[in-house]
């Protein structure tokens, strides 16, 4: 089945930083489409955080960066605030399917 | 400022259908250049991406779920809507819908694998049950 891993969840203290990883295979992010990734508070509407692997939309903070890697990508969040506490979501193309698949979602937890 | 919400029964009995409905205020979802998706995510599980389609006509849709999906635009109320059929207890989630976007500052594309979700409703919650 297409999907993509992530950790249920990562956790970090104010002002420090953290990493969320994305693991995907070579029919989604192995053979090249794009990743992008989702904050998502329950209860609200989720909210495009980085599109393209690496662009930030227009509003959304530099603290947020995103890189991929062969099979992999991932976010990272510098100088965290409380208000960083959601859970996050990659998502790609995946041609078995010809649809998007997501990541299971990770639960950031500042400390 | 683009604005989508979901709207429908938050109760369907099993085997009936479902019928959502995403109101788009702030744009018009017969303007070119846009996918709008569909999404839900069941209680503890992942996303899941149920379908696509272009105003125009052209859709893409989640082979697990492409036999039960339909998706349709009523330009005239700028409005988008999911219809899936036989619903158990395995489609109760929450629904999202979203616009798709494959444009940035520098172009746009226009391969569907381009696209990405810009703006989301805020979702609503669906439980199939007798």
């Known amino acids: 089945q297409s999907m993509l891993t992530q950790p249920p969840s990562v956790s970090g203290a104010p002002g420090q930083g953290v990493t969320i990883s994305c693991t995907g295979s070579?029919?989604?992010?192995?053979?090249?489409?794009?990743v992008h990734w989702y904050q998502h508070v329950q209860g609200t509407a989720p909210k495009l955080l980085i599109y393209?692997?690496?662009l930030r939309p227009s509003g959304v903070h530099d603290r947020f960066s995103g890189s991929k890697s062969g099979t992999s990508a991932s976010l990272a969040i510098t100088g965290l605030l409380a208000e960083d506490e959601a859970d996050y979501y990659c998502?790609?193309?995946?041609?078995?399917?010809?649809?998007?698949?997501f990541g299971g979602g990770t639960k950031l937890t500042v400390l | 400022q683009l604005q989508l919400q979901e709207s429908g029964p938050g109760l369907v009995k099993p085997s009936e259908t479902l019928s959502l409905s995403c109101t788009v205020s702030?744009?018009?979802?017969?303007?070119?250049?846009?996918?709008w998706g569909w999404i839900r995510q069941p209680p503890g599980k992942r996303l899941e991406w149920i379908g696509s389609?272009?105003?125009?006509?052209?859709?893409y849709y989640n082979p697990s779920l492409k036999s039960r999906v339909t998706m349709s635009a009523d330009t005239s109320k700028n409005q988008f809507s999911l219809k899936l059929t036989s619903v158990t207890a395995a489609d109760t989630a929450v629904y999202y819908c979203?616009?798709?976007?494959?444009?940035?500052?520098?172009?746009?594309?226009?391969?569907?694998?381009?696209?990405?979700?810009?703006?989301w409703g805020k979702g609503t919650a669906v439980t199939v049950s007798s």
């Open positions: 979203a616009r798709e976007n494959a444009c940035t500052s520098t172009g746009c594309y226009r391969d569907f694998n381009k696209y990405f979700m810009d703006v």
């Open positions: 702030g744009g018009s979802i017969s303007r070119s250049g846009f996918y």
């Open positions: 389609f272009y105003y125009s006509g052209t859709s």
């Open positions: 070579s029919s989604n992010i192995g053979a090249g489409y794009d």
């Open positions: 393209r692997n690496t």
């Open positions: 998502q790609s193309f995946d041609n078995s399917m010809s649809g998007w698949v």
